[in-house]
C-alpha cells in the first residue's frame, strides 16, 4: 500500500520554526511533483508550495521567503521547512503527491494523513 506520512507538527511560539516531513513508503517507483497544502479551521485547503522531482519550488505569496519546501529523492521524503512563524500560519499541514508511479505502473495521487501545527504564544 502506498502511503504519505507527515511528522514534525506541534506548538510553537510566534517567530519560531518547524520542519514539517512527508516520507512515502510501499511500492513506488517513481514521485514526480509533490506539494504541501493546509487548512486552517473553518477554511479551505490552500496550496502552501510546490516541488518538482529536479527541485524547482514555488511558494504561495503568504509564506514566500519565509518557508523553503526540500526533498531527497533517494529517501522519498518531502521537507518543509517554517521559519518566523505566525499565529495565521496554525493550520493542518498535508503533503501531496498528485502522481506518482508504482511498481505495478499504475499512477497514483495520494494524500498525507496531516500534522497539526499551532502558532501560539
Known amino acids: 500500500q502506498v502511503q504519505l506520512v507527515e511528522s514534525g507538527g506541534g506548538l510553537v511560539q510566534p517567530g519560531g520554526s518547524l520542519r514539517l516531513s512527508c516520507a512515502a513508503s510501499g511500492s513506488i517507483l517513481s514521485i514526480y511533483d509533490m506539494g504541501w497544502y493546509r487548512q486552517a479551521p473553518g477554511k479551505q485547503r490552500e496550496l502552501v508550495g510546490t516541488i518538482t522531482s529536479g527541485g524547482e519550488t514555488n511558494y504561495a505569496d503568504s509564506v514566500k521567503g519565509r518557508f523553503t519546501i526540500s526533498r531527497d529523492n533517494a529517501k522519498k521524503t518531502v521537507y518543509l521547512q517554517m521559519n518566523s512563524l505566525k499565529p495565521e500560519d496554525t493550520a493542518v499541514y498535508y503533503c501531496?503527491?498528485?502522481?506518482?508511479?508504482?511498481?505495478?505502473?499504475?499512477?497514483?495521487?495520494?494524500w498525507g494523513q496531516g500534522t497539526l501545527v499551532t502558532v501560539s504564544s
Open positions: 501531496n503527491a498528485p502522481r506518482l508511479l508504482t511498481t505495478s505502473y499504475r499512477y497514483l495521487g495520494v
